[in-house]
Structure formats: C-alpha cells, structure tokens
C-alpha cells in the first residue's frame, strides 16, 4: 500500500533532497479575462438560429473573423454558403442583432465573430481584442424567445399526455384472486 504524506525531490546519484520547485509562473491565459470569464447568458443552440446564421458563422470564422476583423459582402457570403443574397443579408443583420458578429463601424462592412464566444489566437490578443470591441454579451432576440416559449409548452403538453389512466380490470379473474 503506497503511503501519502509529504514527498521530496531526491538526487538519484548523492541521495541528496533537492529543494522544492520554484512557484508556478503566472501565464498570459490566467486571471479573470481568459475565455471562461467571458461565457454569455445566452448558449448559441437556444437563439433558434437558422442554417444560413449557422453557415455564416462558419464562413467568418473560417475566413479570419475569429482572431481579426474581416470584410464581408452579403454577395459573397450568399455565394459561399449557397443561398440567396438576400438570405445572407438576413442572416447578417440577425447576427450583429444578437452581437454573434460585430461590425467595426456602423457603415462598415467588416465584421468580427463576438471573442467572448468566438476566439482564435492567443489570450493576450483575445484580452486586446475585447478591450478594443468591448464586445457585449449575446443576448436573444424576439424570434429566439418565441421559439423558447413554444418548445416549453411543447414540453408540458407532452408531460401532461404522459399521465397515466385509471388501470384496467382484467373481467376474467375473479376478485379472490384465483382463475376460474
């Protein structure tokens, strides 16, 4: 049975016991800005998101928008992930709506994926990033409250199915218990 207690560092050749490690050195992801700190009220699967918001997220992601500012053209999003322009511009506009894109300027055509969600890079730069956007929090939006609602009532609706019945005779068998 191995004994738990205090252990040492000892020099294999002298026998001698070496001193103990120096303190852990404090790293650029410590501290409360690491991406943890940054979760959002909001998870991305309940904002009902259609599957051109998802492929838009996809697309800026896989373009830049996850570490820097990207430009993004409704026409060339629409191009990309197959749909109509006027789809992607839909899908654009709901997403700065729910602060999962951010644009750089109110006229501007550059979009950057929120990095309290979306980070790729390293943390001094996610830190830098979030001070310069000063990104907020990810909140819903009517249609994703909407859609809350109607599959909590779905939920109880079904709950409320699921109540059992009064339980059945069975006429055959007599009511002392034995068969005839």
């Not at 800005?33 to 904002?47: C, I």
């Not at 996809?58 to 993004?72: E, I, L, P, T």
Request: proline share 7%; glycine share 8%; net charge positive.
């Amino acid at each position: 049975m191995a004994r738990r207690g205090n252990i040492a560092l000892v020099d294999l050749g002298s026998g001698a016991v070496l001193p103990a490690p120096k303190p852990r050195t404090p790293h650029t992801m410590d501290g409360s800005y690491t991406l943890n700190a940054y979760t959002d009220d909001a998870p991305l699967y309940s904002l009902a998101l259609s599957g051109a918001e998802w492929a838009t997220i996809d697309w800026v992601r896989s373009n830049g928008g996850a570490g820097a500012a990207v430009k993004v053209t409704a026409g060339a999003a629409a191009e990309a992930i197959h749909v109509t322009e006027t789809t992607a511009k839909t899908a654009l506009a709901r997403l700065v709506k729910l602060n999962i894109l951010l644009k750089t300027s109110p006229r501007s055509s550059t979009y950057q994926l929120n990095p309290r969600r979306f980070w790729e890079g390293s943390g001094e730069a996610q830190v830098q990033a979030c001070r310069r956007l000063d990104p907020p929090a990810i909140t819903p939006d009517k249609k994703a409250i909407d859609a809350a609602k109607k599959a909590a009532a779905k939920a109880e609706e079904k709950a409320a199915a699921k109540t059992p019945g009064p339980r059945r005779v069975d006429s055959r068998t007599t009511t002392g218990g034995t068969s005839r």
